[in-house]
């Protein structure tokens, strides 16, 4: 199983970029690198996929080096609303039972 | 509104009690998977389908539990003789599989308390 491991929560100010790392040392050469945002009471929401160098799209951005040990999701000038919960997740998906959501990182933000 | 639906969305029953829950995925989707979420955690993985076909299942699923998905099209997860551990909140989520990818679209969930 690829473990990932992010920090439990972080805390930022409306307008800054908020930049979350996710470590997954033991990725599989087929493993694609899934991001998804969780509000309270709601299910969670995909934001972007990766599997290496940058991805870009109309909310954020994913950055995986070369050795696709880690990864870090960039949520640019952020506001009130980004406050959530965000899960990184690392798998092929031919297996579901294999794909761990963790507790995921904790974003809070400020006024 | 990703789409998918789940219904009721909250749920209030006594122990020992049978519940039923039922999820809609989005219509195209072939893989339909449920989830239980406790407070402050991830969601964790108990089942998943591939269009009618129960294709993993989680140490987590007990003999308590039964997920169906007849044709193909909408699941329902069925919990006979609830206790108060299974109070969660129960997601689903459907996604489409023709790379691997698989992006997964969930629905809002269905918040159990057993009392």
């Known amino acids: 199983l690829a473990k990932t491991t992010q920090p439990i929560s972080m805390d930022s100010y409306e307008g800054q970029e908020v930049n979350i790392t996710c470590s997954h040392n033991?990725?599989?050469?087929?493993?694609?690198i899934t991001w998804y945002q969780q509000f309270p009471s709601q299910g969670p929401r995909f934001i972007i996929q990766?599997?290496?160098t940058k991805v870009t799209n109309e909310v954020a951005s994913l950055f995986i080096p070369a050795d696709r040990k880690s990864s870090t999701l960039s949520l640019p000038r952020v506001s009130l609303s980004d406050t959530a919960v965000y899960y990184c997740?690392?798998?092929?998906?031919?297996?579901?039972?294999?794909?761990?959501f963790g507790s995921g990182t904790r974003l809070s933000i400020r006024p | 509104d990703t789409g998918v639906s789940q219904d009721p969305r909250h749920k209030i029953t006594k122990r020992g009690q049978n519940v039923t829950f039922r999820c809609d995925p989005i219509?195209?989707?072939?893989?339909l998977y449920w989830y239980r979420q406790t407070l402050g955690q991830g969601p964790e993985f108990l089942t998943y389908?591939?269009?009618?076909?129960?294709?993993?299942k989680s140490r987590l699923l007990s003999d308590r539990f039964s997920a169906e998905r007849p044709k193909g099209s909408f699941s329902t997860l069925e919990i006979q003789r609830t206790e108060q551990g299974d109070s969660a909140m129960y997601l689903c989520?459907?996604?489409?599989?023709?790379?691997?990818?698989?992006?997964?679209?969930f629905g809002a969930g269905t918040r159990l308390s057993v009392l």
């Open positions: 997740l690392v798998g092929d998906y031919s297996s579901a039972s294999k794909i761990i």
């Open positions: 990766g599997y290496k």
């Open positions: 389908f591939q269009n009618e076909a129960q294709l993993e």
């Open positions: 219509s195209e989707h072939n893989r």
């Open positions: 989520a459907s996604s489409l599989t023709e790379t691997r990818k698989n992006i997964q679209y």
């Open positions: 033991n990725i599989a050469t087929n493993d694609y």
